[in-house]
């Protein structure tokens, strides 16, 4: 059974930084692409970057090239999501995601909230 647990959020300053956490389980962890999605409320869940199984080679959404930073260990079947110079408009809740096989797989987000 494949399970997503993120972890990581908080209510954060503007300026500030979170490192939120992805733990997975239930499939072969290094042959898979993951990304990290976020959902603001009323508005669509958007993706906010990918990474390849290898981590070869990653995407970013525009509204956050520069800041976060997406990173894997294999060993610990677990993919890194680090966020530096957060905006309020970056609060929304994150979600990891790993499409495995047919199963598109989702965890059950982590709250990130900034505001001063």
């Known amino acids: 059974q494949v399970q997503l647990v993120e972890s990581g959020g908080g209510l954060v300053q503007p300026g500030g930084s979170l490192r939120l956490s992805c733990a997975a389980s239930?499939?072969?962890?290094?042959?898979?692409?993951m990304s990290w999605y976020r959902q603001a409320p009323g508005q669509e869940r958007e993706l906010v970057v990918h990474?390849?199984?290898?981590?070869?080679?990653?995407n970013y959404a525009d509204s956050v090239k520069g800041r976060f930073t997406i990173s894997r260990d294999n060993a610990k079947n677990t993919v890194y999501l680090q966020m530096n110079s957060l905006k309020p408009e970056d609060t929304a809740l994150y979600y990891c995601?790993?499409?495995?096989?047919?199963?598109?797989?989702w965890g059950q987000g982590t709250q990130v909230t900034v505001s001063s």
């Open positions: 995601n790993a499409l495995v096989g047919r199963y598109d797989c």
């Open positions: 239930g499939f072969t962890f290094s042959r898979y692409a």
């Open positions: 990474i390849t199984s290898g981590a070869g080679s990653t």
